[in-house]
């Protein structure tokens, strides 16, 4: 089975533009997360989907990010505007209805200029 | 609330030591523990977990973790470090009844000299 795949790897945007991270999670799990990464805050919970229905989200997040899941096997991290605080590695993971463990995919690298 | 610490944020070791990462957490429920690892460029991946029962939990690669209510800790080990295991280490807990998403720690870098 393939893991968590994400796309791009990395993403380079001037600020104010919107920008559309992509995930696909393992095939057959259901919840699927959205984290962000910086070396100051650490992983920070951005959304939380169980069977595409959102079950938490990260509230400082609300304003620019929104996460949406298409179908159980795709998923879609935007952020608009792009400010140069978003700049972050974005990590997307899934988990299987009865596992404990979650699959992390490689991450994107978002530099916002 | 529940909060994950790490005390450590960069430990260095030569291949062949022992290592010991610390994790301590704070909640008054049940809790979900694990451990995961994140090489440089890479997504984290799943080395343990603990929910309940014996407090000594075997993973990955030689890694073994230990619970303990009292200290409110879930420290990580392993007897005898390899290169490959230079990684940055994250402590991970979850409550059922609160949701299933995870609070990370900060995370600890081990750095393995030759």
């Known amino acids: 089975d393939a893991g968590v795949t994400q796309t791009p790897r990395h993403e380079v945007a001037e600020k104010g533009q919107t920008i559309i991270l992509k995930c696909e999670p393992v095939?057959?799990?259901?919840?699927l997360f959205w984290y962000r990464q910086t070396k100051i805050q650490g992983l920070e919970l951005l959304s939380y989907f169980r069977s595409k229905s959102l079950m938490e989200d990260g509230g400082a997040f609300k304003d620019r990010f929104k996460a949406e899941m298409l179908n159980s096997s795709f998923s879609t991290l935007k952020i608009q505007p792009t400010e140069p605080k978003d700049s972050a590695v974005y990590l997307c993971?899934?988990?299987?209805?009865?596992?404990?463990?979650?699959?992390f995919g490689p991450g994107t690298r978002l530099t916002v200029l | 609330t529940q909060t994950v610490s790490q005390s450590d944020a960069h430990v260095t070791v030569f291949e062949g030591d022992s290592v010991e990462l610390r994790c301590n957490y704070s909640y008054g429920g049940s809790i979900y523990l694990s451990w995961y690892i994140q090489h440089h460029g890479r997504g984290l991946q799943f080395l343990l977990k603990y929910y309940s029962g014996n407090p000594v939990v075997q993973g990955v690669n030689g890694f073994e973790a230990e619970f303990s209510k009292s200290d409110s800790s879930f420290h990580l080990r392993k007897a005898s470090v390899h290169w490959s295991d230079s990684a940055v280490y994250f402590c991970a807990a979850s409550t059922y009844q609160g949701g299933r998403a995870l609070i990370f720690g900060t995370g600890t870098t081990v750095s393995v000299s030759p």
């Open positions: 095939s057959g799990h259901n919840d």
């Open positions: 993971a899934s988990r299987g209805d009865w596992d404990y463990e979650q699959y």
